[in-house]
């Protein structure tokens, strides 16, 4: 990153991605679940279910993704400094 880059989301030093997902919204498509296996889940009505809260690394990328996907907009990917 050069100097006036803007870091990009979720990989500023000391910031943690934090994971939501609204069941009122959700549509139940599964595109979360398809593409954050580690991070989303559908429960039996097969609305989104978040298992990892707080994604590093690659099931970072993955939420981050599910987050651009998702028809509904219920997944939620943001950060926190923790």
């Known amino acids: 990153m050069s100097a006036g880059e ?3 989301r979720g990989t500023e030093r000391g910031a943690k991605t934090s994971v939501e997902a609204d069941q009122r919204v959700c549509v139940g498509a599964g595109l979360c679940a ?3 296996p580690g991070v989303f889940d559908q429960d039996e009505d097969g609305l989104v279910v ?3 809260g707080e994604p590093s690394g690659k099931a970072r990328d993955e939420a981050l993704r599910a987050e651009r996907l998702c028809p509904s907009g219920a ?3 943001g950060r926190s400094h923790g």
Request: negative net charge; proline residues 8%; glycine residues 0%.
């Open 50 to 52: 978040v298992l990892e």
């Open 75 to 77: 997944v939620r990917v």
């Open 6 to 8: 803007a870091p990009e």
């Open 34 to 36: 398809l593409t954050a």
